[in-house]
Every structure is written in C-alpha cells, then in structure tokens.
C-alpha cells in the first residue's frame, strides 16, 4: 500500500487504522486553500483502500483546527469588479469546500474525529462530518463565521441538526 503524501496532512496507517492529522500547526491548523482539496483526496483515498478499516481524524499542536484561513477568505469572492460575478464566484467557492469535507462524511470507513483545545468555524464543520467525536477536557467550539460576515454553510447548518437532539 503506497500512501500518499500531503503538504497541510499528515497520513499514517497502523494495524488497519489510519490516522489523518492536520498539519499547520504554526497557524492552529487553520484550513487554507492547499488543505481543502487534499481533505477531499485523502478521505476518497482511504474509502478505496482495502487496507484501511477506520479512520481517526486529529490535529498536530496546540490546537485541533481554528477553521477557515483567514488569508484564503479574502480570495473567495474572485478578482471581478461586478458584484453578481462576485457572488457567483464565492458560491462556487463555497459548493466546492462542500464537496471537499463530503468526501469525510462519504467515507465508508468509521471516521472517529480527535479533537483537542480549539475547534472554531471550519473545524466544527470538519468535525460534523465525522461518525463519532471525542473531545478532551480543554476542548471548546465556536461557530465563527456569523463574526465576519459568513454563514456557516460549509457543513455545520446541514448537519448538525441530525446531531443534536431536539431541544438542546
């Protein structure tokens, strides 16, 4: 089994269980540009592999992920001057970081996530995806998005739903 290599994952496989870490721990493993679509290629890729039985998903550092790069934020609208391209552009954005942590939740594998100290925004989104999470101690959430002008629509409003129980 030949595994692959990423530039903001870490990927190891031990006895049938893969472990997935996200690796930018100078920037609290915040999500940027180059991780998203390696999120969607590493988790298609442990779907397909008959070696791999389950998967844990964790967080290399301090922190467990503090969501969406702030830095890759700024370029989600596209260069065009015209609002409507504008919005266009970012939906698509959007649409594609959608489909990038589906491949998460499509994964056939149970997908157990580790979540440690900080998990804000994209992190509780990533972390929805999963089958079951076990938070440490320290762990806290926050929803951010609502802070800069966002919605959170990359996960978090579609699933979390099916994961809280009414009335909480």
Same mark, same amino acid.
């Given at each position: 089994?030949?595994?692959?290599?990423?530039?903001?994952?870490?990927?190891?496989v031990e006895e049938q269980v893969?472990?997935?870490?996200?690796?930018?721990?100078?920037?609290?493993?915040?999500?940027?540009?180059?991780?998203?679509?390696?999120?969607?290629?590493?988790?298609?890729? +442990?779907? &397909?592999?008959?070696?791999? /039985?389950?998967? @844990? $998903? #964790?967080?290399?550092?301090?922190?467990?992920?503090? !969501?969406?790069?702030?830095?890759?934020?700024s370029g989600l609208g596209g260069?065009?001057?015209?609002?409507?391209?504008?919005?266009?552009?970012?939906?698509?954005?959007?649409?594609?970081?959608?489909?990038? +942590?589906? &491949?998460?939740?499509?994964? /056939?594998?149970? @997908? $157990? #996530?580790?979540?440690?100290?900080?998990?804000?925004? !994209?992190?509780?989104?990533?972390?929805?995806?999963?089958?079951?999470?076990?938070?440490?101690?320290?762990?806290?959430f926050a929803i951010r998005e609502?802070?800069?002008?966002?919605?959170?629509?990359?996960?978090?409003?579609?699933?979390?739903?099916?994961?809280?129980?009414?009335?909480?």
């Amino acid at each position: 089994m030949a595994i692959p290599e990423f530039e903001t994952l870490t990927l190891s496989v031990e006895e049938q269980v893969a472990t997935v870490a996200l690796n930018r721990p100078d920037k609290a493993n915040s999500m940027n540009a180059v991780m998203w679509p390696e999120l969607q290629a590493c988790f298609e890729w +442990l779907d &397909a592999e008959p070696g791999v /039985r389950a998967v @844990v $998903l #964790a967080g290399n550092g301090k922190h467990f992920c503090s !969501g969406l790069d702030l830095a890759m934020f700024s370029g989600l609208g596209g260069e065009s001057g015209d609002p409507a391209r504008r919005a266009e552009a970012f939906r698509r954005n959007v649409l594609r970081m959608q489909d990038n +942590l589906s &491949a998460i939740e499509q994964c /056939r594998k149970p @997908v $157990l #996530a580790a979540i440690h100290n900080t998990c804000i925004g !994209g992190g509780v989104d990533l972390v929805c995806c999963c089958d079951m999470r076990y938070a440490t101690e320290d762990a806290w959430f926050a929803i951010r998005e609502i802070d800069i002008g966002m919605t959170a629509d990359v996960g978090t409003l579609q699933r979390m739903p099916k994961l809280v129980a009414d009335g909480i």
